[in-house]
């Protein structure tokens, strides 16, 4: 995949993106991971920062850290990275509790965050003071704020929504399959792309799909909405949450109508669905599109295309924060790059490199971000698609254990489509499971 910009300049190959549900910038790519940081220091000054982190950050595919050591030549940038956030998220705990083993800057998933400001926030360096929390998107370092006022994680990344899709299958169905026509077909909301689903599976080309997964669906419902799991007293909320609900009704009606695929994003049954060309749309923050891109390969180059997500609500799926412990060797080396890195140019750098989108609003206006458009996608402006949405999403309440419901949630979802599981079962199985988990 290539982001290009209109006016000219040059894109670079956008490396694999893969990015949890299980929140934002999770289930990633490989990467090399350290059992602990590796600080060193020499008699000429010469400093060594580890940067810890999941997936696939973007950086050096950016070519930042390389970048950073030119500008400062006694400082070499050394990544540590963990394919899944959720291998990495224990081993981070696991090594605030004992003090040991913490690289100098550390990723953290924003369905991670409540908990680590909740109960970790006095082990990490305030940002506030060296970082201006109104460059981001006003909810963004809200959800890295303690109630002290301390900011204990710097905004890298947002999932803005949208709604990827094959221009070719909408074509043989018989439905609209212009991106303006396609959205104006999903206005309504949700409820409108299931419609849309049951005119696709009339007319659906031999052995496709009209979705990939129906939780991926569930989570793009619930991430539009300000109250999901908690309430703003820390109270969970889930059980009558109404967008849980919502959600969790339409997931349900999708499964049981057919109308996905049932396939667990980020698996190999996934990956090799697209690579076969077997799914007609796919709910779409930023991050997505990447992975699609990747995994349908050329042979679909073209026909995929990106347009608004349904409804008129904005909603937000995803991503991650910079954080530097204080426990660290060079404490202002480590939050100096930090600033750096999310800084509106090295995000815009990393936008463009591999389609993470930005969460510091700066960057909205560069050319890298506000011209942006994907050739892949038969040039859709991703850029203005994204900005024009991360600009309306409402600011969420988070929870300390919001990961844990959500994973726990899709898998059931999963379930229904999968296992043919009744709903009333699956949400039995759901609530009980998380209960346990959250005590």
């Known amino acids: 995949m290539r982001i290009t910009r209109t006016g000219g300049g040059r894109g670079r190959h956008a490396a694999v993106l893969t990015t949890t549900v299980l929140t934002a910038s999770a289930l990633l790519l490989t990467g090399c991971s350290d059992d602990g940081s590796s600080n060193t220091s020499d008699s000429n000054g010469n400093i060594t920062l580890t940067v810890a982190d999941y997936g696939q950050f973007g950086y050096k595919e950016a070519g930042l850290f390389a970048k950073y050591h030119k500008l400062h030549p006694k400082i070499t940038v050394k990544e540590e990275t963990t394919a899944n956030e959720q291998d990495y998220y224990p081993k981070l705990l696991q090594q605030l509790n004992t003090g040991s083993g913490l690289a100098d800057v550390t990723g953290i998933e924003v369905g991670r965050v409540k908990e680590v400001v909740d109960t970790q926030a006095a082990k990490f360096a305030d940002l506030s003071k060296s970082i201006n929390v109104e460059d981001w998107v006003s909810w963004k370092e809200k959800q890295a704020t303690a109630e002290d006022g301390t ?16 221009r070719d299958l909408f074509d043989k169905a018989g439905l609209p399959s212009d991106r303006e026509a396609v959205a104006k077909a999903v206005t309504g909301g949700w409820e409108d792309y299931l419609k849309l689903g049951e005119q696709y599976k009339k007319k659906a080309p031999s052995g496709t799909y009209f979705m990939d997964s129906a939780s991926a669906m569930y989570n793009a419902v619930v991430s539009s909405n300000a109250k999901q799991y908690y309430d703003a007293d820390g109270k969970t909320i889930y059980k009558d949450s109404p967008a849980v609900q919502q959600g969790w009704g339409l997931a349900a009606e999708a499964a049981s109508k057919k109308l996905t695929q049932g396939l667990a994003q980020f698996q190999d049954p996934w990956k090799a669905a697209l690579r076969k060309g077997t799914i007609a ?94 050739p892949y996608f038969n040039n859709a402006p991703i850029g203005q698609i994204y900005a024009d949405e991360a600009a309306a999403i409402p600011e969420a309440v988070l929870g300390p254990k919001d990961a844990t419901i959500k994973d726990t949630i899709s898998t059931q979802i999963n379930n229904m489509e999968q296992r043919g599981t009744k709903p009333d079962k699956a949400w039995d199985a759901a609530t009980e499971t998380i209960d346990k988990a959250i005590g």
């Open 151 to 166: 900011v204990i994680g710097a905004g890298t990344d947002i999932g803005p929504m949208s709604l990827c899709y094959r």
């Open 281 to 374: 749309s796919v709910v779409c923050p930023a991050w997505m599109a990447a992975q699609i891109a990747e995994y349908s390969g050329d042979a679909y180059k073209g026909k995929w295309d990106i347009t608004r997500a349904p409804g008129t609500t904005a909603a937000n799926w995803g991503g991650s924060f910079l954080a530097v412990p204080k426990s660290g060797k060079h404490v202002k080396e480590a939050t100096d790059l930090v600033k750096w890195l999310t800084a509106p140019e090295q995000q815009a750098a990393v936008f463009e490199a591999v389609g993470i989108f930005p969460s510091n609003k700066g960057a909205y206006e560069l050319a890298d971000v506000k011209n942006a458009k994907l």
